[in-house]
T-cell receptor
Framework: DGGITQSPKYLFRKEGQNVTLSCEQNLNHDAMYWYRQDPGQGLRLIYYSQIVNDFQKGDIAEGYSVSREKKESFPLTVTSAQKNPTAFYLC??????????????FGDGTRLSIL | QQQVKQSPQSLIVQKGGISIINCAYENTAFDYFPWYQQFPGKGPALLIAIRPDVSEKKEGRFTISFNKSAKQFSLHIMDSQPGDSATYFCAAGKAGGTSYGKLTFGQGTILTVHP
């Protein structure tokens, strides 16, 4: 079955530690996205990538980093510079077909907590 | 100008009733308006979407109404069922440029349908 796989489902971070969240898709989608979800605040865009080896900052990129070395993979690193990392992190992907925006498909998220 | 404002924050409806969730946007460049449904511990799933060339779109019990001049759109759930109890997000996106494919999400509405 095609879809988006996020791992791990739960992750704990110690003070000063960097952690990496995995996102893999087998939908052959060009674009991939990372969102952060906090209660009552909807989904906020962290980073997005429209093609391999290219990515752009979203609205809340500070304290996060990404890479896009393969079409199917878009890992997110939560660095120690992110002082409030506790949240539900969601990865999404979409095809890129001009001219209209295409639907985004989401994984089932990783819940990150501070130890 | 990128904000999407969603209301109400929470909604309680009796089984068989109509659930209505509203969203308003500022950026007239938005040209894609999806609604997502999210169950606890899961990622959002696309429910229905509309583009501004139509004023209404219906899929089963779900209808989007779109008012371009008022910059508002709404989700109507007819004959609401307990299984519809979830968090609903509206979003808006625009094609073209470096913002291609980006979605701006509303804050979410927690819907509870009582049996």
């Amino acid at each position: 079955d095609g879809g988006i796989t996020q791992s791990p489902k739960y992750l704990f971070r110690k003070e000063g530690q960097n952690v990496t969240l995995s996102c893999e898709q087998n939908l052959n989608h060009d674009a991939m996205y990372w969102y952060r979800q906090d209660p009552g605040q909807g989904l906020r865009l962290i980073y997005y990538s429209q093609i391999v080896n290219d990515f752009q900052k979203g609205d809340i990129a500070e304290g996060y980093s990404v890479s896009r070395e393969k079409k199917e993979s878009f890992p997110l690193t939560v660095t120690s510079a992110q002082k409030n990392p506790t949240a539900f992190y969601l990865c999404a992907s979409s095809i890129r077909r001009e001219p209209g925006v295409q639907p985004q498909h989401f994984g089932d998220g990783t819940r990150l907590s501070i130890l | 100008q990128q904000q999407v404002k969603q209301s109400p924050q929470s909604l309680i409806v009796q089984k068989g009733g109509i659930s209505i969730i509203n969203c308003a946007y500022e950026n007239t460049a938005f040209d894609y308006f999806p609604w997502y449904q999210q169950f606890p511990g899961k990622g959002p799933a696309l429910l229905i979407a509309i583009r501004p060339d139509v004023s209404e779109k219906k899929e089963g019990r779900f209808t989007i109404s779109f008012n371009k001049s008022a910059k508002q759109f709404s989700l109507h759930i007819m004959d609401s069922q307990p299984g519809d109890s979830a968090t609903y997000f509206c979003a808006a996106g625009k094609a073209g440029g470096t913002s291609y494919g980006k979605l701006t999400f509303g804050q979410g509405t927690i819907l509870t349908v009582h049996p």
